[in-house]
């Protein structure tokens, strides 16, 4: 849980907010949620088609 509020708030710029209304504030907390869980979604397929592929080259 801590490396993931790190990389939320370090890498992606997390508590850069560019508006002062709460509205803005949470459309910015949730579109950066969002974007964290595609990139984690697209790494974790990756992960797997390249340990698919090693398994289907140990076969060979």
């Keep these: 849980m801590e490396k993931k509020y790190h990389t939320l708030k370090n890498k992606m710029k997390f508590e850069s907010v560019t ?3 709460s509205v803005y504030v949470y459309r ?3 579109s950066q949620v969002l974007v964290y ?3 984690q979604d697209i790494r974790n ?3 797997e088609e390249i340990a698919e ?3 289907e080259k ?3």
């Design 19 to 21: 508006g002062k209304a």
């Design 28 to 30: 910015n907390f949730w």
């Design 37 to 39: 869980n595609m990139v």
């Design 45 to 47: 397929s990756a992960e």
């Design 53 to 55: 592929a090693g398994r």
């Design 58 to 60: 140990g076969k060979k």
